[in-house]
């Protein structure tokens, strides 16, 4: 059964001090792996797609790595603005194949 | 282009109601799915659909059905409303491979 593991739950930060997120992963067949941002009251919105591990994507203050067994989120000099819910998920291949297993989501606080 | 369009985006309905909430896509994506997303238990599948004429269940489908005749439409069918179904629905589509699924704004539902 694919199992996808967030932590920390909740992550309060200062303005500017930078920290990382975490995806535990476990899948069989891995073919994609996903980070998500969701607002308050709002569908998640899509940020990454990992396919391989040593992959690599940036967008303005977030930057998403992936590892065999896990990804991150890095939060680069967060504002405000990044306070929201940070969801990942997986999409892997073999039985599971159509199905988006999500984690809990790490709920990112950031203090002016 | 509309992107994911869930209607109702408030229900409330009485134990043993039935109802449908409906799922429209305009980017021809072959792959839908419903989620529902409870406190503290993430988004967890309900059904998916990986093509008009075929769905299949996801980690909790007791107590909905879905079809999928179109390409555009996916509707999730609550049979005989419960407490327990009370929650936050939210539909999903995405291309082959779902490398970017895009979600609805979500349908929140209470049973009483």
């Known amino acids: 059964e694919d199992q996808v593991t967030q932590s920390p739950e909740a992550l309060r930060l200062q303005e500017g001090e930078s920290s990382s997120l975490n995806c535990s992963y476990t899948?069989?067949?891995?073919?994609?792996l996903f980070w998500y941002r969701q607002d308050p009251g709002k569908g998640p919105e899509f940020l990454f797609t990992?396919?391989?591990a040593g992959e690599e994507k940036e967008k303005e203050r977030l930057k998403a790595t992936l590892t065999k067994k896990e990804s991150f989120l890095h939060i680069t000099a967060p504002k405000p603005e990044d306070s929201a819910t940070y969801l990942c998920a997986v999409f892997a291949g073999g039985t599971s194949y159509g199905k988006l297993t999500f984690g809990q989501g790490t709920i990112l606080t950031v203090h002016p | 282009n509309a992107g994911v369009t869930q209607t109702p985006k408030f229900q409330v309905l009485k134990t043993g109601q039935s109802m449908t909430l409906q799922c429209a896509q305009d980017m021809n994506h072959e792959y839908m799915s419903w989620y529902r997303q409870d406190p503290g238990m993430g988004l967890r599948l309900i059904h998916y659909?990986?093509?008009?004429?075929?769905?299949d269940q996801g980690e909790v489908p007791n107590g909905y059905n879905v079809s999928r005749s179109t390409t555009e439409d996916f509707p999730l069918r609550l049979l005989s409303a419960a407490p327990s179904q009370t929650s936050v629905y939210f539909c999903?589509?995405?291309?082959?491979?779902?490398?970017?699924?895009?979600f609805g704004q979500g349908t929140r539902l209470t049973v009483v």
């Open positions: 999903a589509s995405g291309f082959e491979g779902n490398t970017e699924a895009f």
């Open positions: 899948v069989s067949g891995l073919r994609g």
């Open positions: 659909s990986v093509g008009a004429g075929i769905t």
């Open positions: 990992l396919y391989s």
